[in-house]
């Protein structure tokens, strides 16, 4: 849901463009029912969505690598640990939020995927000013 509210929120003219991939993803999986239902309320198709595993590639091309919670980062760290300094938590570009994590929704009902898409909405506006901030640098 983050890669697709990015892309929709961000300005038309903007070189930024988010790509999702996951620590623990499989490869191939579609975005479940709920979350495309939810999606769908903002009129944001994401129903061809498939995952894909975090690569070195993904990472080496990353300008800003965000995850959704402290363990992702923390298992980054592990993994990647000449990523650190681009690794961002996504709540962190909040300023109305603690920086908690971003609980993931799988298994949860319409409701919770709701609150998790609203949870990412609220974040898009700082990690867009940030990246913007970056390319103005």
Not at 1 to 15: K, V
Not at 43 to 52: D, E, L, T, V
Not at 80 to 97: G, K, N, W, Y
Not at 120 to 132: F, H, K
């Amino acid at each position: 849901m983050a890669e697709y509210l990015f892309n929709h929120m961000r300005a038309a003219s903007s070189p930024w463009e988010s790509q999702s991939a996951g620590l623990m993803a499989g490869s191939g999986q579609r975005a479940s029912r709920e979350a495309v239902a939810v999606m769908q309320e903002l009129h944001i198709p994401i129903s061809r969505h498939r995952s894909q595993p975090i690569s070195r590639e993904i990472i080496d091309g990353a300008t800003c690598i965000v995850v959704m919670t402290h363990a992702h980062e923390s298992l980054f760290a592990s993994l990647f640990p000449d990523a650190m300094d681009r690794v961002h938590l996504l709540r962190s570009f909040d300023a109305a939020a603690r920086k908690d994590d971003v609980e993931d929704p799988i298994g949860m009902g319409v409701s919770v995927y709701r609150k998790t898409r609203e949870t990412l909405q609220a974040a898009m506006p700082g990690l867009l000013t940030y990246l913007d901030d970056l390319d103005t640098n």
